[in-house]
């Protein structure tokens, strides 16, 4: 794969690419529109998707940082997104164009004080796994192999640019409207600005690894803090593939509902009991071991849940408070998806969408086995998005809706249902910490 020598670091050279890429996709309307007289609408439709994704991934791999990341986030919106920019962004998880060696080395030096060789017995200057924010190297120390995590050069400081230049997107995408509306873009960048702490994430790391170290068939990496800075994180290499790849090809039923019950034991010990759960659950994030363990990688993107989510939150995953009308109410004052100064029309309308789209999607909490594999259970959650993404009705009223920790929980289901799904988990033990009780 082709390396990058350099990054746009400024806000001015980061906004002029993405006005280049916008001339681009300007352009593939152009083809669209002539499209139209040659071609279906479908047809020309999905060659205007693949051209635009192409073309705006492109220009968001070499910015690298935030705008790399919101197109990670944008991948896991398998119900909303075209399948062409899912596939397209998908590939931010863990395979975009590396820093060069030269820069890598120029980093190294920046970010830690010395090169690699003097800390090190052996590094390699190539990488062999780029993502959004930072990229891997492997070393080798008193022969031990490890991975060690760098992070891009200026990521840090643009990401409140970044943001800004993609708020107008976001705002039309997701119906955003109202005064209050930059509470959501501010957890956005508290979240981005924590993930370019590698001194946080390395606590988080190991926090959280001590923690479920005894949630069977699930491993991590130890981490290395005398290795470690600001910019850099060293920890154990982990050997395995990428989840997305074994799910490509594995056909062990029993090995993918041994993985299905690790990944989502992990994702309940850590909502129910810790109270902190790993918000960024793509595939990229974990690997599958040669034994056929379950490894989890990245901590940089830690959610905490306040009480004052969490509870009425999880009330609502008991069918008997979704279908308490007045109960149902309360909860989704206290969600601050109904407000006090709703229409009775507003209330209606987001009272029954909301009744909806919890019945269906908490029905993996509704017994003491959920089967994942259910493609007839995720084709209605596809549906549902689809059709409120495209409501009229919805579009007229205030679409700003719900507490600011919607955002990486929500985030933090759908990926872990998706991961579910590829995996296609049978016979998942679903109440091994007593969610309904602890409610």
């Known amino acids: 794969m082709k390396t990058i020598d350099s990054i746009p670091v400024t806000k001015i050279h980061r906004a002029s690419k993405l006005v280049s890429t916008g001339a681009k996709v300007g352009v593939n309307y152009l083809k669209y529109y002539g499209d139209k007289l040659t071609r279906s609408e479908p047809e020309a439709r999905a060659r205007l998707n693949e051209n635009n994704a192409e073309d705006i991934y492109d220009s968001l791999k070499q910015l690298k940082g935030s705008a790399l990341k919101v197109a990670q986030m ?7 997104m075209p399948r062409a920019y899912v596939e397209k962004f998908s590939l931010s998880q863990f395979s975009v ?17 010395k090169y690699p060789n003097e800390l090190f017995d052996s590094f390699n200057a190539t990488s062999v796994n780029a993502a959004s924010i930072g990229q891997v190297h492997m070393a080798e120390k008193n022969g031990r192999k490890l991975a060690v995590k760098i992070q891009y050069p200026g990521v840090a400081h643009s990401i409140a640019s970044d943001l800004a230049m993609v708020k107008p997107i976001a705002i039309k995408m997701f119906n955003i409207k109202g005064k209050d509306s930059d509470k959501y873009f ?16 390395l606590q988080q790391s190991k926090e959280v690894s001590n923690a479920c170290s005894n949630i069977t068939n699930l491993l991590f990496p130890n981490y290395y803090e005398e290795l470690s800075s600001e910019r850099i994180i060293t920890m154990d290499y982990m050997k395995g593939e990428h989840l997305s790849e074994f799910t490509a090809h594995n056909t062990d039923e029993k090995l993918a509902n041994e993985l299905g019950q690790a990944l989502w034991d ?3 010990f850590q909502i129910h009991t810790l109270r902190k759960v790993h918000a960024d659950p793509h595939p990229g994030n974990f690997l599958v071991s040669p034994e056929g363990k379950l490894i989890a990688l990245d901590f940089g993107c830690m959610k905490s849940i306040p009480d004052a989510f969490y509870l009425p939150y999880f009330e609502l995953a008991n069918p008997e408070n979704i279908n308490d009308p007045d109960h149902f109410l309360s909860k989704l004052y206290e969600l601050e998806i109904l407000r006090e100064d709703d229409s009775k029309e507003e209330v209606k309308f987001f009272a029954g969408m909301f009744h909806e789209l919890l019945s269906l999607f908490t029905q993996p909490f509704h017994g003491d086995t959920f089967d994942f594999s259910d493609s007839n259970f995720f084709g209605k959650i596809a549906e549902l998005g689809q059709r409120y993404s495209k409501s009229t009705e919805l579009r007229r009223m205030n679409g700003n809706r719900g507490s600011k920790h919607f955002i990486y929980i929500n985030r933090t289901f ?15 033990k679903i109440n091994n910490f007593n969610l309904l009780e602890s409610t």
Do not use: H, Q, R
């Open 74 to 80: 944008l991948s896991m919106e398998k119900s909303i």
């Open 97 to 113: 164009p590396p820093l060069s060696p030269v820069l890598v080395l120029k980093t190294f030096k920046k970010y830690f004080g």
């Open 186 to 201: 501010k957890e956005v960048e508290v979240k981005l600005i924590e993930e370019t702490d590698y001194i946080l994430e």
């Open 266 to 268: 992990f994702y309940m």
């Open 414 to 428: 759908f990926g872990l249902y998706n991961l579910m799904f590829d995996l296609k988990a049978k016979n998942i």
